[in-house]
Nanobody
């Protein structure tokens, strides 16, 4: 099973930016799609963004225009660039790799948006 390791989380002030990385133990082009989800305290895990093997991206409404998902050409890392962050973005952010109906998850990285 693929291992996914997220990094880049931390404390950022409202309006600030943060870039997350997800390092995969195998080539991400082996998967149908890679993505980012988040889970805030007391809430269900929700989709942030995905990128499929063809490069098509998808964003949740709250992420559209402020977040950007990308990947490296070496095929092992997926990124999530987040801007204009609001306190509501505070959550654990998880990387996921999907192959057909099966998804693998990382351990998550904490993002806290606070002054």
């Amino acid at each position: 099973q693929v291992q996914l390791v997220e990094s880049g989380g931390g404390l950022v002030q409202p309006g600030g930016s943060l870039s997350l990385s997800c390092a995969a133990s195998e080539n991400i082009f082996n998967f149908n799609a890679m993505g980012w989800y988040r889970q805030a305290p007391g809430k269900e895990r929700e989709l942030v963004s995905t990128i499929n093997v063809g490069g098509t991206t998808n964003y949740a409404d709250f992420a559209e225009g402020r977040f950007t998902i990308s990947r490296d050409n070496a095929g092992n890392t997926v990124y999530l660039q987040m801007g204009s962050l609001k306190p509501a973005a505070t959550a654990v952010y998880y990387c996921t790799a999907r192959l057909l109906s099966r998804s693998s998850w990382g351990q998550g990285t904490q993002v806290t948006v606070s002054s």
